[in-house]
């Protein structure tokens, strides 16, 4: 017995349905997108306030330490700089930061060759005491610049000894006195002040009718120029250019 012959019709009525997926919305895709990045934003403040507030507390450690310094030294000051990654200056070349655990804090200081890490530390006393030997250490250096700077200022001790005179010949020209350097100074002060006076007022007359006169002639010799143009046109067109605008043209208009 024949086994009964199945329609085409009826094998595709057979076949599940397949159910049709919804288009992607692009306005909720928009608004997940907004509410992540907001979880996202406040996140990062709460971490930022977070390295704030321990740099905060470092900051109230530090204090005594700097005002230990001399009072005539100024290059010290604690400043908290707010920002996408705050820090805390000791200095314009030293400032204190926080590691990537927001736990850590770390001493750098600003140098010729780069950025150095001076210290690295979750203790604040450990990084306040890494602060006291740099402070140390930038008075020293201090110290040393006035102390070389003082030693290079100092004037020469004048020997009011008579140079020596050997057959040779004297060994340094004798300085001017002192009245002697005032009177050359008084006397350039006397030119000087003489020149600032500028010219009497008969030349600053004669001058400013000298500088009319000049701006007449060269106006007088524009508009000589500019005649002499037009009149070399003029013979120019009556001489030549008329014949030839009435050979290839038609009769001139004048």
Sequence with gaps: ??????????????????????????????????????????????????EMARLALLESE????????????????????????????VDMIAFVDMGHDRRTYRFHQDTRNGRVLIAESQSTVAIAA????????????????LASSRGEGEPPQADNKTPDVDATGPRAWPLASGSARAARAHAGGAIESAADLGPPPRRRFVQRLGDALSLFLMMLGSITLALLIGLGGYLAWTVRLRDLWDQWTAASPF
């Design 62 to 89: 530090l204090k005594p330490v700097i005002s230990q310094a001399p009072p005539e030294v100024d290059m010290f000051d604690l400043a908290l700089a707010r920002g996408d990654h705050p820090r805390l200056f």
């Design 130 to 145: 890494a602060v006291a030997n740099y402070l140390a250490r930038r008075l020293i250096e201090r110290e040393r610049a």
């Design 1 to 50: 017995m024949q086994g009964k012959r199945v329609r085409p019709a009826e094998a595709m009525n057979d076949k599940p349905e397949i159910q049709s997926s919804p288009p992607p919305d692009l306005a909720a895709a928009i608004r997940q997108a907004r509410v992540e990045n907001a979880e996202r934003s406040e996140a990062i403040a709460d971490l930022r306030e977070i």
